[in-house]
């Protein structure tokens, strides 16, 4: 079984490349700037008896065509290297905050040309070359149901991905191409305490489990969901938050 996985340099994808190679999948493990960190991340998997290969591409392009070929050619320089992936994960995405009162433009197009476009773009060119049983799993946010202040863009963005997955499964069903969503609560990271204390003890107060979740979390939800376990499963977006979505919120 063969795996593509992007924005694995670290972080989730990192975590969703490994639980994948121990899951037994070759991977290909893409990222953009962090090349050393997608040499960790291959060493992981190799590490779990696994290939891999890192890929390197900017998804974030100015124009339509440039968006159709990056993709294209990420897509091919993993099968050349591992074969067709009969799973895709789609993680990389922008993550920076915009006061609303600098929401220009410029902000709003960030978050379509390096994120809901080429995410878009991806799934369905590796879902047109996937064989029957393939999935596509596609990292969303809790933000894509309750955005946070100064998170406006990203959280339309990812609110956009989960009708992205309900509209590519109705067209990928037919196929024998399942698409799932998987929507992160606050993940914890190494600093992350120390960077945002006031914010992890909000999201410790909220959540019913009392604390963020972790990329092993995650990675193992999208695991189960891109196997045949979840044959049953698509057009859906599941959310590991910890419980934090169920806290009345008033
Ligand atoms: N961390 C959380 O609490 C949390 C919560 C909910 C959802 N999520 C979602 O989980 C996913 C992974 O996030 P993370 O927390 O692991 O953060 P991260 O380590 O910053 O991962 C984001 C990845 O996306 C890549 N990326 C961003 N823009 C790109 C572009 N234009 N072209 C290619 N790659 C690009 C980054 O590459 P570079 O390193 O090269 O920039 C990085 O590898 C994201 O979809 C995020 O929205 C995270």
């Known amino acids: 079984m063969t795996a593509l996985v992007t924005g694995a340099s670290g972080g989730l994808g990192r975590a969703v490349a490994v639980a994948l190679a121990a899951a037994g999948h070759d991977v290909g493990v893409h990222y953009r700037g962090d090349a050393d960190g997608a040499d960790a991340t291959a060493a992981e998997v190799v590490a779990a008896g696994r290939r891999a290969v890192t890929l390197h591409a900017d998804l974030a392009t100015d124009d339509p065509a440039a968006c159709d070929r990056v993709c294209a050619d990420l897509l091919a320089a993993g099968e050349e290297a591992l074969g067709v992936p009969d799973v895709v994960v789609l993680n990389a995405f922008p993550q920076h905050h915009v006061a609303w009162d600098e929401l220009d433009a410029a902000a709003w197009d960030d978050y379509h040309r390096g994120g809901l476009r080429p995410t878009a773009v991806l799934l369905r060119q590796a879902a047109a070359r996937m064989p029957v049983g393939g999935s596509v799993v596609v990292v969303g946010s809790i933000e894509g149901s309750r955005p946070m202040p100064t998170h406006t863009p990203y959280a339309v963005a990812k609110a956009a991905l989960e009708h992205l997955v309900r509209a590519a499964a109705q067209e990928l069903g037919p196929r024998g191409v399942r698409?799932?969503?998987?929507?992160?609560?606050?993940?914890?990271?190494?600093?992350?305490?120390?960077?945002?204390?006031?914010?992890?003890?909000?999201?410790?107060?909220?959540?019913?489990?009392?604390?963020?979740?972790?990329?092993?979390?995650?990675?193992?939800?999208?695991?189960?969901?891109?196997?045949?376990?979840?044959?049953?499963?698509?057009?859906?977006?599941?959310?590991?938050?910890?419980?934090?979505?169920?806290?009345?919120g008033w």
């Open 179 to 248: 698409v799932v969503g998987v929507a992160p609560g606050l993940v914890a990271r190494d600093g992350l305490e120390e960077a945002w204390p006031e914010g992890v003890a909000r999201y410790r107060a909220a959540a019913a489990l009392g604390r963020p979740v972790t990329p092993e979390e995650v990675a193992a939800t999208v695991a189960f969901l891109a196997s045949g376990d979840a044959s049953g499963i698509t057009g859906t977006t599941v959310t590991v938050d910890a419980g934090w979505s169920a806290a009345p």
